[in-house]
């Protein structure tokens, strides 16, 4: 996407798109997984509340998911997944194209990423999660996709109800010695720094298994994004009409390192105690389990830095709502949600009455810039006599393609 086809992006306003290209349109497309991922378990009383949250989430049906307020929301963060999972399983196979492909997928959810490792062609995946009832709705998810296959290519899976921030994966997996190529962890690591010790832990899990040269990618709430826009609030509290966050700590006197709290309503989706990632501390805290960063990105960044090449993920997931709407449909948000689109639409030149431009409403995109992705690569290691990793040091050049 060229640089004359965005409007406002730094100032928190929607992309808008020439349809032309984009041919956004509003049929359903095959990649509408739940976005709705679990955290993985807290200290005792939180870790109860929020797995209790996620076991009595009701499936949405299809035809209730496309009449959400959030649709292009949900279908945005999945384009974001998708291309992390295409970017890094190409990235290993550019290395060893005949290499069978392990996956550690933690904080998996309902299996909202199941298609995805299927179109990355993935040999086995392991899937992780606090919440005991959404192991077992992935579980099912997965012999459902088993048999759509129907003899073709799928994945082998093994599935783990477990407190990612307290339990040892490696106790549970079927052959302990089992080595992964990558590890996703999409919009659930937060939960995991209410405290250092679970932290550590959710790490170890994370980087135990991880070859030498594997990555570890994921999707989190924006720490910096959230406090700045919390400080222009009295009360610490903002949002729209399909969001709203609280934080709850003094925001005057900084946050808290770990259990910095917040409570993140989102339309549909989640409504419980999240935690702030700080993620200079998360970065150094990585490196100690031998996890060197090689990308972030807030989404805005990510769309603009990936947009190009996965344009037809775009077209094909519809992260974007068309402007104006074609005869017969309604846009899904108030008409004032679209000023930056409209005012895109009336200074295109040539235009015709077909023409559309493909965007997102002002609320949802204001979510949107709320995450960020993130990607780091395992190194290599010694021993010492103690019998603990050694990691070599992190390359200096790899930094260089961070976005702030």
């Avoid at 109860?48 to 949900?74: C, D, M, Q, T, W």
């Avoid at 490696?170 to 302990?176: A, C, F, M, S, T």
Wanted: some cysteine; glycine content about 6%.
């Amino acid at each position: 996407m060229s640089s004359t086809s965005l409007a406002k992006e730094k100032n928190g306003d929607p992309k808008v798109d020439d349809e032309k290209t984009l041919n956004v349109g509003v049929k359903r497309h095959g990649d509408q997984d739940d976005d709705s991922v679990e955290p993985p378990k807290k200290a005792k009383e939180h870790s109860s509340i929020v797995a209790e949250h996620y076991n009595h989430l009701e499936e949405k049906g299809l035809s209730e998911r496309f009449n959400s307020p959030i649709y292009y929301l949900r279908n945005f963060n999945n384009w974001v997944k998708s291309v992390l999972i295409q970017e890094y399983t190409e990235k290993i196979r550019e290395k060893d194209y005949g290499r069978t492909l392990r996956v550690l997928d933690i904080c998996c959810g309902k299996g909202g990423d199941l298609s995805k490792w299927q179109k990355a062609r993935v040999d086995h995946v392991v899937f992780a999660d606090i919440a005991e009832v959404s192991v077992q709705q992935c579980q099912t998810r997965h012999n459902d996709l088993r048999a759509r296959s129907r003899g073709g290519r799928l994945f082998s899976a093994e599935f783990i109800a477990a407190d990612c921030s307290k339990e040892t994966l490696r106790d549970k997996y079927r052959d302990p010695s089992i080595s992964f190529d990558v590890v996703s962890c999409q919009f659930g690591l937060h939960y995991s720094f209410e405290s250092l010790p679970q932290a550590k832990r959710m790490l170890t899990n994370i980087s135990e298994c991880l070859k030498p040269g594997g990555y570890f990618f994921g999707t989190i709430p924006d720490a910096n994004e959230i406090v700045s826009r919390g400080k222009k609030s009295p009360d610490g509290s903002f949002g729209n009409r399909i969001y709203n966050i609280k934080l709850l700590f003094d925001v005057e006197k900084g946050y808290p390192l770990f259990g910095g709290k917040y409570d993140f309503h989102l339309e549909g989706v989640v409504d419980c105690p999240e935690f702030l990632v700080n993620f200079k501390l998360f970065t150094k805290l990585a490196l100690d389990f031998g996890l060197e960063l090689v990308y972030k990105a807030r989404f805005a960044d990510f769309f603009k830095d990936h947009s190009e090449r996965y344009r037809h993920l775009l077209q094909r997931i519809v992260c974007f709502e068309s402007y104006p709407p074609p005869p017969g449909k309604e846009l899904i948000a108030d008409e004032s949600e679209y000023e930056h689109a409209k005012q895109f639409w009336e200074n295109k030149d040539n235009k015709t009455e077909r023409d559309r431009v493909g965007t997102m409403s002002t609320c949802e995109w204001e979510v949107a810039t709320v995450y960020m992705a993130f990607a780091f690569r395992k190194l290599k290691s010694t021993w010492d006599s103690n019998g603990k990793p050694v990691y070599e040091k992190p390359k200096e050049e790899s930094q260089s393609t961070n976005k702030n």
